[in-house]
């Protein structure tokens, strides 16, 4: 049989909020940062890997680098314990996976840190041909707590693919989980 079909559940994925670590040292304020915008639009929180085969034994760090960074979030900001990270590690080169993954997910928003190297993914050139929700995160220190801190990266970030006003809906919290619901074809 030709073509292919499309499978039912490829349909319509569940959107996610989607943090690409290359393996280096996570920027922790990054992780809890978009840890806390998967929370509050009410969405899961993924962190994408990837590893070359000889680098194999590398997941023991991924896994050590999660469980700081999530200490960290649960320290920082109002983190539920229920609030699960889920890692994909994916075997092979990381450029050609995340390609691969952001095309069978147009749906998630990609939060993109800083101090991780994607080789040429991680600035606005590199991703913006594919539909997903983009957030580069430009300065990760602020001065405040809790909210005033969330608010202070969002305003300083880079964001592409999100509706105009995003920024204006997405400071008044109880809008911004409809905002992204909307946008990403999920209604309440």
Same mark, same amino acid.
């Given at each position: ?61 991924? #896994? ?7 200490? #960290?979030? &649960? ?25 691969? #993954? ?47 801190? &969330? ?8 964001? #592409? ?28």
């Amino acid at each position: 049989m030709e073509g292919t079909l499309i499978q039912p559940h490829m349909m319509f994925q569940q959107p996610r909020v989607v943090f690409p670590f290359a393996g280096n040292k996570i920027s922790l304020e990054a992780f809890a940062w978009a840890k806390e915008l998967a929370a509050k639009v009410h969405l899961p929180f993924y962190v994408f890997c990837s590893l070359l085969p000889e680098n194999l034994f590398s997941k023991i760090h991924i #896994y050590h680098e999660m469980l700081e960074a999530d200490g #960290y979030y &649960f320290t920082h900001y109002s983190g539920h314990p229920s609030e699960k990270t889920h890692i994909r590690i994916k075997t092979g080169d990381f450029r050609s996976n995340f390609r691969h #993954y952001l095309n069978r997910h147009p749906n998630d928003i990609i939060v993109v840190d800083p101090l991780q190297d994607f080789s040429g993914i991680n600035n606005p050139s590199g991703l913006m041909g594919y539909p997903n929700g983009i957030i580069f995160l430009r300065q990760l220190e602020s001065s405040g707590a809790g909210e005033d801190v &969330f608010s202070h990266i969002l305003d300083t970030a880079d964001v #592409y693919h999100l509706p105009p006003g995003f920024h204006a809906q997405a400071h008044r919290k109880p809008h911004l989980a409809s905002l992204f619901l909307s946008l990403l074809g999920r209604h309440n």
